[in-house]
């Protein structure tokens, strides 16, 4: 089951996510979240768990708790939507003024 893990501290690395979850259940992966340019984390990342029942045990018994000085936010993944606001378009050179 992927999960969505929300208002990580920013310093937050995936050892420390990993290590996280591993007091639920087994973590298939981890990621956090960066900028592309900074390399910065943007304080979110996903926790894929072995089994959906350790994915729920982890929403349950992780949302809402603190973080370093942070409540986070556990919740199942979502797929992304299509169309987002960060396509760029391309024009033909030939359209320009």
């Not at 920013?10 to 900074?38: C, H, M, N, P």
């Not at 992780?62 to 370093?68: A, E, M, P, S, Y």
């Amino acid at each position: 089951m992927r999960l969505y893990v929300g208002g990580l501290p920013y310093q937050t690395k995936e050892q420390d996510l990993i290590a996280l979850f591993e007091a639920i259940g087994t973590v298939a992966s981890a990621s956090v979240i960066t900028d592309r340019e900074t390399g910065r984390s943007k304080g979110f990342g996903f926790v894929d768990m072995s089994t959906p029942e350790e994915g729920q045990r982890a929403i349950e018994q992780l949302n809402r708790t603190l973080v370093g000085e942070r409540t986070i936010t556990v919740n199942e993944a979502r797929e992304r939507q299509s169309g987002g606001g960060s396509q760029r378009r391309s024009y033909d050179r030939r359209e320009r003024y």
